[in-house]
Protein backbone atom coordinates (compact mmCIF):
# COMPACT_ATOMS: atom_id res chain seq x y z
CA UNK A 1 0.00 0.00 0.00
CA UNK A 2 1.12 3.56 -0.45
CA UNK A 3 1.35 6.23 1.48
CA UNK A 4 2.71 9.57 1.09
CA UNK A 5 2.49 11.69 4.78
CA UNK A 6 3.09 15.08 4.80
CA UNK A 7 4.14 17.01 7.77
CA UNK A 8 5.40 21.05 9.01
CA UNK A 9 2.59 22.71 7.72
CA UNK A 10 1.42 25.20 10.18
CA UNK A 11 0.95 29.25 11.10
CA UNK A 12 3.53 31.53 10.30
CA UNK A 13 3.90 35.16 9.94
CA UNK A 14 4.52 36.93 6.44
CA UNK A 15 8.57 36.86 6.25
CA UNK A 16 8.72 33.76 8.06
CA UNK A 17 9.96 29.65 7.31
CA UNK A 18 8.66 26.35 7.17
CA UNK A 19 10.31 23.04 5.72
CA UNK A 20 7.59 20.62 4.73
CA UNK A 21 8.45 16.71 4.73
CA UNK A 22 6.61 14.09 2.87
CA UNK A 23 7.52 10.44 3.67
CA UNK A 24 6.82 7.62 1.09
CA UNK A 25 6.09 3.86 1.73
CA UNK A 26 5.41 1.53 -0.29
CA UNK A 27 7.14 2.54 -3.36
CA UNK A 28 10.57 2.76 -4.85
CA UNK A 29 10.96 6.20 -3.64
CA UNK A 30 14.54 6.78 -5.72
CA UNK A 31 12.73 6.07 -9.26
CA UNK A 32 9.96 8.42 -8.52
CA UNK A 33 10.13 12.15 -9.48
CA UNK A 34 8.44 13.40 -6.46
CA UNK A 35 6.91 17.46 -6.19
CA UNK A 36 4.60 19.49 -3.93
CA UNK A 37 1.46 21.25 -5.49
CA UNK A 38 -0.82 23.30 -3.49
CA UNK A 39 -4.59 24.44 -3.64
CA UNK A 40 -6.31 27.54 -2.06
CA UNK A 41 -9.46 28.02 -1.02
CA UNK A 42 -11.31 28.64 -4.57
CA UNK A 43 -8.61 27.58 -6.52
CA UNK A 44 -7.10 24.77 -8.71
CA UNK A 45 -4.89 22.63 -7.13
CA UNK A 46 -1.31 24.01 -8.88
CA UNK A 47 2.26 22.74 -9.24
CA UNK A 48 4.88 24.48 -6.87
CA UNK A 49 8.13 22.32 -7.33
CA UNK A 50 9.25 18.98 -8.48
CA UNK A 51 12.82 16.93 -8.18
CA UNK A 52 13.22 14.39 -10.59
CA UNK A 53 15.07 10.89 -9.76
CA UNK A 54 18.25 12.27 -10.59
CA UNK A 55 17.32 15.37 -8.90
CA UNK A 56 16.90 18.00 -11.30
CA UNK A 57 14.64 20.37 -9.83
CA UNK A 58 11.76 23.07 -11.63
CA UNK A 59 9.52 25.76 -9.64
CA UNK A 60 6.25 27.89 -10.06
CA UNK A 61 7.80 31.51 -11.07
CA UNK A 62 5.77 32.65 -7.80
CA UNK A 63 7.83 30.77 -5.76
CA UNK A 64 11.80 30.82 -6.96
CA UNK A 65 13.76 32.10 -5.11
CA UNK A 66 11.60 31.71 -2.14
CA UNK A 67 11.12 27.93 -2.18
CA UNK A 68 13.44 24.87 -2.59
CA UNK A 69 12.97 21.39 -2.83
CA UNK A 70 15.16 18.15 -2.03
CA UNK A 71 14.90 14.82 -1.60
CA UNK A 72 16.62 12.29 0.77
CA UNK A 73 16.45 8.42 -0.75
CA UNK A 74 17.88 7.16 2.01
CA UNK A 75 15.03 8.53 4.05
CA UNK A 76 11.98 8.32 1.49
CA UNK A 77 11.53 11.81 2.25
CA UNK A 78 10.80 14.68 -0.20
CA UNK A 79 11.09 18.41 1.62
CA UNK A 80 10.22 21.42 0.36
CA UNK A 81 12.10 24.51 2.69
CA UNK A 82 10.20 27.56 2.00
CA UNK A 83 12.04 31.16 3.34
CA UNK A 84 10.37 34.56 3.02
CA UNK A 85 6.68 33.40 3.19
CA UNK A 86 3.75 35.80 2.16
CA UNK A 87 0.22 35.36 2.94
CA UNK A 88 -0.34 34.41 -0.66
CA UNK A 89 1.37 31.24 -0.18
CA UNK A 90 -1.74 30.23 2.07
CA UNK A 91 -2.96 26.90 1.00
CA UNK A 92 -3.00 22.78 1.44
CA UNK A 93 -0.04 21.85 0.41
CA UNK A 94 0.13 17.88 -1.56
CA UNK A 95 2.66 15.85 -1.64
CA UNK A 96 3.26 13.49 -5.30
CA UNK A 97 4.86 10.90 -6.32
CA UNK A 98 5.17 10.16 -10.17
CA UNK A 99 6.26 7.89 -12.75
CA UNK A 100 3.85 7.30 -15.38
CA UNK A 101 -0.30 8.38 -14.72
CA UNK A 102 -1.05 4.71 -13.70
CA UNK A 103 1.64 5.02 -11.57
CA UNK A 104 1.18 8.94 -9.45
CA UNK A 105 0.14 8.86 -6.25
CA UNK A 106 -0.82 12.19 -3.81
CA UNK A 107 -0.73 12.59 0.00
CA UNK A 108 -3.56 14.12 2.11
CA UNK A 109 -2.27 17.44 2.33
CA UNK A 110 -1.15 19.62 4.87
CA UNK A 111 -2.14 23.14 6.12
CA UNK A 112 -0.30 26.14 5.47
CA UNK A 113 -1.33 29.83 6.68
CA UNK A 114 0.78 33.02 6.28
CA UNK A 115 -0.78 35.74 8.76
CA UNK A 116 0.00 38.32 11.06
Known amino acids: QVQLVESGGGLVQPGGSLRLSCAAS????????MGWYRQAAGNQRELVATITSGASTNYADSVKGRFTISRDNAKNTVYLQMNSLKPEDTAVYYCNAYITKRNEYWGQGTQVTVSS
Open 26 to 33: GIIFRFYA
